[in-house]
């Protein structure tokens, strides 16, 4: 399979690597990390995304022998060919400067083995600091990751399972992973303006990440997409207890001018609408997602895909 | 501030009172309901030291005084001034809080002397026992048999001193999950004098419109005022009040807040094709939500459409009639 993502997620024992996956990828809602052993060696997971690509996540046990072999024995085999590098340090570690030797070692073996892989570094459980110190402790780090990395380019993100942050550090992994984005976004975009959207957004169905949007009225809110995924994955999770193989939703919401309707797209993909033009009807709504089927799964095939064509919103 | 309130003024409103033993829970519990503080949050709640009221006016139908009794002033201890006759002649309800954590036969003493204080003065109390922080009880079973045991030990003594009239109802709660959300709609309920005809309107709705279960929520608290005859579901509860979550999480962010108490709110959630939620808003405070499955989306909408703004009138008829008789007696 030629598009097959290979993504590294390291970092010392304990430092949250295998609660964030289990809560994006495996459907745990983050009371359930508490039953999480150390994990032992690799362990792999395949993410079918969007039909033709595979993400292939090494979750790295990070206790000391196992990170010994990763660095010398088991080189080749955990470093080369990778997209990227997920180092997960936790806000309360108490010897940092460990954490950032083992970074570190890792970087060096990535800048052999997969020169052009992404690196991507994570904060993890900044829950547990005070909300008015959070931006302080994140950028004291930030900047010393920074710093450790060079020459290398590094992104920083802070991330809670307990809170939207999450959401917000793995979409923009994902979004850096997807091969033709661009496609997506400006397909999106023409959809917008035809719907009269006030935006426009496109999930991935098993995760409610978001991989493009569109906006054309511009939000207060900058952290909206991440809390937005959080919400509708809550209660996917919450409402499977109920349905059971919950595998479809419809969301349609409507108070005064204001419409949101989220709704499948394709097999792999939902789309969220947000309209307040008080001319567009719901209705309408519905009908120009049912005409944008065909063209974004033509999308996710890779095939060139023909001009989209819809009706008039008005309806 | 803590004056009580005026003779009149405490008839006209019901009252709930919240007690049982220190740390039990009582203050998590108004916060978490109330003041919407995550369950995490309450670990940092202090002691509480003194009689705290709150005033809850949730909607329309129902307006009531939570009272908290501190953990740390036992009422009969007897450095405490501590006027029985005027705590428990006007209250509706006490909750009586046991922290299943903790060996909670230890609060079983005072819980005894409460029922039998308070059903001297006033027999119209009811008594309702939350056995609380059940979520660090692993399993199902556990919860179960520490139920079974109060309610034997409790009944055991209440015979024995000739009071075994006295109904106490029993809740298995935590502020972790629905329960305590569950157990507060049914002890409230039963505050509004129109439930029979509220029920009543609902089961008339469900036969109407094919619907499995329909609940009356009030939504800022997420506790229903009134729901149909059928089984009470925690996970029907659960999942309807999901709803209410996500599209108010939802509607908040994208409302530019001026229209956001409109009583126009309403939605539609489809699961796997085949199972329906719908919600909608019937007055400031209210909503009405059902569930139903199995039928076609299209054909049914119509009809619950039209359901619902029967049901919305006859809502403000109940609710006239309630503001004329008060007014009558006034007169
Ligand atoms: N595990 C668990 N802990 C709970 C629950 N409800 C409350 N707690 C914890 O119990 C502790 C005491 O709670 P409070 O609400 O302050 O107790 P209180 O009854 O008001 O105590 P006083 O004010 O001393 O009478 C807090 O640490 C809460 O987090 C629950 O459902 N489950
Ligand atoms: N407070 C808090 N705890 C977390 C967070 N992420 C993980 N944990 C806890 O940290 C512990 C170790 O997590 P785990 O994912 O097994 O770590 P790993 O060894 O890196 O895979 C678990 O008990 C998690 O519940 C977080 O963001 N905040
Ligand atoms: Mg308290």
Redesign the pocket.
Known sequence: MGNKKKVLLM?K????????RSIIFANYVARD??R?G??MNVEHSYIRFLGTMVLNLW?C??QPNYFDNYITPQREQIFKGAEVLIF?ISVETKELQDDLRLYQSCLEALAHLSPEAKIVCLI?????IADEKREQEFSVRESEIKRRSLPLKVTCYP????DESLYKAWSSIIYSLVPNIAKFESSLNMFADIMRADEVLLFEKATYLIIAHSVRRKHPDGHRFEKISNIIKQFKLNASRYVANLHTMRMEIINGDLKILLDMLTPNTAIMVVITDPLVYPAAISLNIQTARKHFEMLEKLDRAPAMQFGDPKV | SQEPVSMAEQEAKPQIILMGLRRCGKSSIAQVVFNKITPNGTVLLESTTKIEFTDIETNTFLHYELVEIPGQMDIFESTVPMNHEGLFSNCDAVIYIIDCSDSYESALPYLYQIVTCAHKINPKIRFEVFIHKTDVLRQDGDKLAIRRSIYYKVTRDLQDSCLEAVKLHFYLTSIYDYSIFEALSSVVQKLIPELPTLENMLNLLNQKCRIEKSYLFDLHSKIYIATDSTPLDIAMYALVSDMIDTVLDLANIYDSGSDAKDANLSSTFELNNKSFLFLKKVNQYLALVVFMTGEDLQETSGLIEYNFYLFKKALENVFEIRTRKSKEKLL
């Open positions: 970092g024992s304990g430092a949250g690597k295998t609660s964030m990390t508490r999480l150390p994990t979750d046990g990070g997960v993890s459980k900044m829950d547990l991330t809670s399972i307990w």
